[in-house]
């Protein structure tokens, strides 16, 4: 088996993002904590209820943020909250991009003998924001920014600018969106594990899939790919 192509996510596997919406979510439940004890949980549920209005992203997590704070806060007067959530919402959209370690050589390496493709869902300017200050944007030889990942959304992409599924790999640190639509549609995939996870990326890993890794690091994705179809 030969692979031509790799496809690799953005967010959280070539550079950090929970982190920052993670921390975000903190303040928001330390804001409505006078309204509620479970702010937190409520916004995961919101978040999750829009998903398929707002897509994947910043605007769409503010935009939850405000919807939550408006139903906790009713009778009250939401104006210093929402002043609060769209600042922290333009924090968000400005946070610095710096590649997580290894991910430069790596990729280097990688586009030498692979057709490396960027595949991420989004937001279309800040997804274009955070690739233009990583720096990386030169070793892709195509990008993809996708209001979801599944299979069908797989085999287009790796057919366009690839030689199909079956000689592909796919790689990112979610195993709902990265990995398990991506062996559906036929590819390879490793999972590259963040320390952390949000909600709506939670899966189980498909132990024993042949076409299946787990990686500790970046770094070990060369010898992985050369191995199973370099």
Do not use: C
């Not at 088996?1 to 993002?17: E, K, S």
């Not at 978040?47 to 910043?58: A, C, F, H, Q, S």
Request: charged share 20%; aromatic share 8%; no cysteine.
């Amino acid at each position: 088996m030969t692979i031509t192509t790799v496809g690799l996510d953005a967010d959280d596997t070539l550079w950090h993002t929970e982190t920052h919406f993670r921390l975000t979510h903190e303040r928001f439940e330390q804001w409505l904590a006078p309204y509620s004890a479970t702010a937190g949980d409520r916004l995961a549920e919101v978040e999750g209820r829009n998903l398929r209005l707002y897509g994947y992203g910043v605007k769409g997590f503010i935009l939850s943020m405000l919807e939550t704070a408006m139903e906790l806060t009713a009778g009250g007067d939401a104006t210093p909250l929402v002043r609060e959530i769209l600042a922290a919402g333009r924090e968000l959209l400005a946070f610095p991009i710096e590649p997580l370690p290894g991910v430069e050589q790596a990729l280097a390496a990688l586009g030498d003998r692979y057709r490396l493709v960027l595949i991420t869902k989004g937001d279309l300017l800040d997804q274009e924001r955070k690739l233009a200050a990583s720096g990386l944007g030169d070793l892709f030889s195509a990008v993809e920014i996708v209001s979801e990942k599944d299979a069908e959304v797989y085999r287009r992409i790796f057919a366009r600018h690839g030689t199909g599924a079956g000689e592909a790999a796919m790689v990112g640190n979610s195993l709902r969106s990265d990995v398990l639509p991506a062996l559906q549609a036929g590819a390879f995939a490793a999972h590259i594990p963040y320390p952390l996870v949000w909600t709506h990326e939670l899966a189980d890993p498909p132990t024993g899939h042949p076409r299946f890794a787990e990686l500790a690091s970046i770094a070990e994705l060369p010898a992985w790919l050369a191995r199973v179809g370099g």
